[in-house]
């Protein structure tokens, strides 16, 4: 594998990990000549997964695109990066085993479900950049599909964050939203 940083094509095999459902090996790698370290992964090739977009467009699937999606939801949180690729690795053999051609719909559905009892700070996350929330019951309806489990000052520390906020385009006015938020007892 060619190193990434020199371009060097001897490299050796430090770690191999499989992933818990078996479906994909990732390698830790060293560059002989600069001692670069990288990650590669081994998958079995499933290059007719398509994705039907809300506009009913297609695309291939592309299983980077989705741990990148999974990866940013997780940001500054404490999940570890193995925890990532199984849930990752997971939600790939869920979609490969159930056809040729998979929503977008049902990719994100299935990600909402793994990311509600690993991170629910994530989930939310998630929940509001890939479902875009119409209003804010939706977004309430989100909180509550979580339970009782939910942290609230964690929650509050993240998702009001007025840094957070600026990333995110909740539609709702500032008022209602913080209102709902309250009577949720969020604030
Ligand atoms: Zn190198």
Do not use: W
Not at 153 to 169: D, G, I, V, W, Y
Not at 177 to 185: E, I, L, Q, T
């Amino acid at each position: 594998m060619r190193c990434p940083k020199c371009g060097s094509r001897d490299d050796k095999v430090i770690d191999s990990r499989q992933s818990r459902d078996g479906s994909s090996i990732r390698r830790r790698r060293e560059c002989l000549k600069c001692k670069y370290r990288f990650t590669t992964y081994e998958e079995v090739e499933r290059s007719d997964l398509r994705v039907v977009k809300r506009d009913r467009t297609h695309e291939p699937f592309d299983r980077r695109k989705l741990a990148a999606s999974i990866a940013k939801a997780f940001e500054k949180r404490s999940t570890s990066l193995l925890t990532l690729e199984d849930m990752v690795s997971e939600i790939v053999h869920h979609l490969e085993t159930s056809g040729r051609e998979v929503p977008s719909s049902e990719i994100g559905a299935k990600v909402l479900e793994k990311l509600r009892r690993i991170d629910e700070v994530a989930y939310l996350r998630y929940a509001s950049v890939h479902q875009r929330f119409q209003d804010v019951d939706q977004f309430v309806d989100a909180i509550h599909t979580l339970g009782r489990r939910i942290k609230t000052n964690a929650l509050q520390r993240e998702l009001f964050s007025p840094e957070t906020m600026q990333e995110k385009s909740v539609p709702a006015p500032a008022r209602s939203r913080d209102n709902a938020a309250k009577n949720h007892g969020l604030l």
